[in-house]
């Protein structure tokens, strides 16, 4: 059933009593980081980073104290609580439930992600993420979300979402009007959302329709444009971002679509927003848009000062701030309604999440049919490391190869060279090549970059040793090396028994 946004005619009473400072502290979520001092602002929302629970219990337990009107409590939510609540449940990423491709489990993860969320203090997650991964090079996307598939959206984001709300804590899907075909990273720059308007309506129109029609309490605009849909900015020459158009978010969003639920920024310190336009500018463009929430804005004295300028000037009206506040204290009063006390118990979540990873590690390609690989005490294996050596993940990794076998070397990154040395001399009956290469903002595309990709160059998997390529960050390596890797294993993330579970794929041990 569709989301409507209560209404509470007490809060037009205090809407219309408040400072402007009032009114623009409520319409705000700063990032409290290790800034303690933002703890003191009374703020509508306020957003954490991670911590242990412990911490964040205490913290958020100060920051509503002797609060009239508390805040709402909000953290990022992709894929579990774990990215954020440092002794949560950790599950291995959405696009690894998407591969499980269960609708109970996916529903599942959700309600253990917001149990978990709530047990500490947390009432909204901006998560999961929807969008649609049409360019497997998209720069931040990855394995964030379900894949290339909108069907695999709908079923397995929808049941995590659903999951989520069912138990207490509000999803925001993310990013509107959809990421995972854009070549640039909003982070940066606005990116460009390329698809022709029928076919975005039909693939991510359809997934925000569901999303909508089933409740979804709040939806995150990213600082992506839509071209085939909106207007050229008059102010800039350019397309807006989804965060500043009122064209997407009113009259698609709103109108078009029916969304009647909050509507929260993404970050306002990206590159694509505050490098669109001036900061200030930015944020009243949002609210008068149609947004109701901004994260991460930091409510000092010239962000009061600047935003006071716009509304004396006319660029945001006064009218439009106190709806936005107004609607703000609304959806507080709802999320802290929610009064259910379910619990789940550790052996149980993890019971969930190892499900996931089994189901989800994936053999993407096995050209020479070498899975299963037979590994013996007396098997010569190298362990292949290339890229970003991680200790914890690659250590362990060759631990567990040597649960197998009484003779593992360990190579990390030695150049195309050292591998080819390494191989060409047959001394060795299996590689096991550990790709590192995840999403991270700021890298351009999730792959190889510079000296570290040279490792696949000098031909040294096309010798008689048998090459298992295992990529755990990145599920579309073997796209770009579709001539060169002949057998690929994906994970989709990890969590710690992940390895456990890819090496008894490996040697055909998995049930």
């Known amino acids: 059933m569709k989301y409507i946004l209560p209404e509470y005619e007490e809060y037009k009473t205090i809407v219309n009593k408040m400072s402007v400072e009032e009114l623009l502290r409520t319409v705000i979520c700063p990032n409290i980081g290790n800034d303690k001092t933002v703890l003191h602002n009374n703020t509508g929302s306020v957003f954490f980073h991670g911590e242990k629970s412990d911490v964040l219990k205490k913290r958020i337990e100060y920051v509503n104290k002797n609060r009239e009107l508390p805040a709402i409590i909000a953290t990022d939510v992709e894929g579990g609580a774990a990215g954020i609540i440092q002794d ?82 509000a999803a925001a899907v993310k990013h509107f009007p959809g990421d995972g075909y854009c070549r640039y990273d909003q ?12 076919e975005w309506m039909n693939t991510y129109g359809e997934v925000y329709r569901y999303m909508i029609d089933n409740g979804v309490k709040s939806i995150m605009p990213g600082h992506i444009s839509l071209p085939s849909y909106d207007d050229i900015d008059e102010e800039t020459g350019l397309y807006p971002p989804g965060t500043m158009s009122k064209k997407l978010l009113t009259e698609l969003l709103k109108n078009t679509l029916g969304f009647e639920g909050i509507i929260v920024s993404d970050g306002t310190t990206m590159g694509g927003f505050c490098g669109y336009l001036n900061y200030y500018k930015a944020c ?28 004396d000037n006319g660029y945001l009206k006064i009218e439009t701030l106190k709806n936005r506040a107004y609607r703000m204290l609304c959806f507080a009063k709802d999320l802290k309604s929610f009064k259910d006390e379910s619990e ?78 390494a191989v060409k001399n047959g001394k060795y009956d299996l590689v096991i090549c550990t790709i590192n290469a995840g999403a991270a903002y700021g890298t351009n595309v999730v792959r190889l970059h510079g000296p570290v990709a040279r490792n696949m160059m000098s031909g040294w998997m096309r010798y008689d040793t ?25 994970t989709y993330g990890t969590t710690d028994v992940t390895i456990g579970f890819l090496m008894k794929k490996i040697t055909g041990n998995l049930d």
Not at 287 to 300: H, K
């Open 466 to 490: 048998p090459v298992i390529f295992v990529v755990k960050g990145h599920g579309y390596f073997h796209k770009e090396y579709y001539a060169i890797a002949d057998t690929v294993i994906n």
């Open 344 to 421: 789940v118990t550790s052996e149980y979540a993890k019971k969930i999440s190892d499900e996931i990873v089994k189901r989800s590690i994936d053999v993407v390609r096995d050209r020479k049919n070498i899975i299963p690989f037979n590994i013996e005490k007396h098997s010569r294996i190298l362990h292949l490391i290339i890229g970003n050596y991680s200790s914890v993940y690659d250590d362990k990794m060759t631990d567990e190869i040597k649960k197998y076998s009484d003779y593992v070397d360990v190579l990390s990154d030695p150049g195309p060279d050292g591998a080819l040395a």
């Open 88 to 169: 949560a449940t950790h599950f291995p990423s959405m696009m690894a439930c998407a591969k499980a491709d269960s609708e109970e489990l996916a529903y599942e993860m959700g309600k253990i992600s917001a149990i978990e969320s709530r047990r500490v203090g947390f009432e909204w997650g901006f998560g999961p993420d929807i969008d649609i991964l049409g360019n497997y090079e998209s720069p931040v996307t990855s394995n964030r979300c379900c894949g290339p598939d909108y069907k695999q959206d709908i079923k397995i984001a929808g049941a995590v979402m659903r999951g989520m709300q069912d138990y207490g804590l």
């Open 284 to 311: 009243g463009r949002f609210l008068e848009a149609g947004g109701d929430c901004l994260i991460f804005v930091q409510p000092d004295d010239m962000f009061y000062s600047e935003m006071k300028k716009l509304i």
């Open 187 to 198: 982070h940066l720059t606005v990116a460009e959302n390329p698809l022709p308007f029928d």
